[in-house]
């Protein structure tokens, strides 16, 4: 099993209480540790400009910016955002960013695209909020754009959403267009959502990777949806690596878990949020399938392994003030589940061998 590891940036209330001064150097600092720890196979970013659970006025740092920034500072990990709003941008020109971006890192960038959904966040930018068709319509151009792109330096599409003509894209992602069992797009494509009619056939048509429900029902009922669309289309289903988020909540023992519990329920009353979405937001940490000790947290990531889940992005809220939770995520989870080799690494690292 592969994991990532969300950098705090803000859109979660995980900056709130730190200068904005300071912001950068958190996430700087928090993207060179993962860096160097080898069982983190990458770092990632949600694309949202407002926070959540509502709308304050807490700091929140745009994506594909951090995307070029964290490339300058790291140079194994992988970099992703989960997921890029595809109406946000013009598919032309978020396929020409990725494309520098994936030139700055030397050939690690992944590409998470969705329809979106945060309906206050896109009428706050003057993008509307078209119903859920026209929104996956431009999914579907957007990706088949950004393919083209890059892995023929030029795209052409007279399309209902996007009508493209020759726009180029030089030079192309260094990651070519030779990814093994890939869907050929350059840049590897995460198709997030568990939509059951469309997204998850734009997902059959286009990912590399999928990424939607991580509960453990969830996630066998949306990749048996994903299965019958690759049928349909003649794809590979094996070929398309699956991939929930997951908060994390850990503790030595019960006790411990709860304090952390206590602690997220504190913080987000310092965000100035009301009783009824504090209590809301601490009860999707609660009921969480990642929360507990290492060995439940264990447990519940090899029955989801079972299940076909290989790729879990990890979330903990705390990471900005706190790095116990994370440690000992990595000391007594990260070296139960994975490649053998880094496991051994990762032991020795972790005790200062």
């Known amino acids: 099993m592969k994991f990532g590891l969300f950098v705090p940036q803000g859109w979660r209330h995980d900056l709130v209480g730190i200068d904005p001064t300071q912001h950068w150097g958190v996430m700087a600092g928090l993207a060179r540790r993962a860096d160097g720890i080898e069982n983190w196979s990458s770092i990632w970013v949600y694309d949202h400009f407002h ?35 595809l109406s946000y941008r ?3 020109y978020l396929a020409k960013v990725a494309a520098t971006v994936d030139a700055v890192s030397e050939g690690r960038l992944e590409m998470g695209i969705g329809a979106g959904w945060y309906e206050h966040e896109w009428r706050a930018y003057g993008y509307g909020f078209p119903g859920a068709g026209e929104r996956l319509g431009r999914l579907r151009e957007g990706v088949e754009i950004m393919r083209q792109m890059w892995t023929t330096g030029s795209a052409t599409l007279d399309g209902e959403h996007y009508q493209v003509d020759g726009a180029m894209c030089f030079p192309r992602p260094l990651q070519g267009d030779a990814l093994p069992g890939s869907q050929r797009n350059g840049i590897p494509m995460w198709v997030a959502g568990g939509g059951e009619r469309k997204t998850l056939r734009i997902a059959a048509e286009y990912a590399d990777y999928t990424n939607f429900d991580g509960s453990p029902e969830g996630f066998t009922h949306k990749s048996e949806i994903l299965e019958q669309h690759c049928r349909d289309v003649g794809r590979d289903y094996g070929k398309i690596v699956r991939s929930a988020n997951y908060n994390v909540v850990i503790g030595r023992d019960e006790a411990e878990v709860q304090e952390r519990l206590a602690w997220i329920r504190s913080h987000y009353e310092s965000a100035g949020l009301p009783a ?20 439940q947290i264990v447990e519940r990531l090899r029955d989801l392994e079972s299940r076909g889940m290989t790729y879990a992005i990890t979330y903990f809220v705390e990471q900005a003030y706190d790095l116990t939770g ?27 061998e």
């Not at 959540?52 to 070029?68: I, K």
């Not at 009824?276 to 507990?292: C, I, N």
């Open 51 to 85: 926070p959540v659970p509502r709308p304050t006025e807490a700091g929140v740092h745009e994506a594909w910016s951090l995307m070029a920034a964290f490339a300058g500072v790291t140079g194994r990990v992988r970099l992703g955002q989960m997921c890029t709003c």
């Open 90 to 92: 013009e598919p032309t």
């Open 276 to 295: 009824d979405v504090v209590d809301s937001t601490v009860k999707q940490f609660e009921d969480g399938p990642l929360v507990g000790t290492p060995e």
């Open 326 to 352: 994370v440690q000992l995520f990595e000391r007594d989870v990260l070296p139960e589940l994975g490649d053998t080799e880094q496991h051994g690494h990762l032991w020795h690292l972790l005790r200062g």
